[in-house]
């Protein structure tokens, strides 16, 4: 399974490959992961709307 994130925030080499290791071991926490991030999508998108 291939998976593209970006962060929100400048990280490590080293953080980066644990997150991608908690998420291949987790795939509930990929899950997660991805609803919070479509979440703040959403809440741009209606913000920039208004």
Same mark, same amino acid.
């Given at each position: 399974?291939?998976?593209?994130? *970006? !962060?929100?925030?400048?990280? +490590? !080499?080293?953080?980066? =490959?644990?997150?991608? !290791?908690?998420?291949?071991?987790?795939?509930?926490?990929?899950?997660? *992961?991805?609803?919070?991030?479509?979440?703040?999508?959403?809440? =741009? +998108?209606?913000?920039?709307?208004?």
């Amino acid at each position: 399974m291939s998976i593209c994130f *970006t !962060a929100s925030r400048l990280m +490590k !080499a080293s953080e980066v =490959r644990e997150f991608c !290791a908690k998420l291949r071991n987790n795939p509930a926490l990929l899950l997660a *992961t991805e609803l919070a991030a479509k979440e703040k999508i959403y809440q =741009r +998108k209606i913000a920039q709307s208004v």
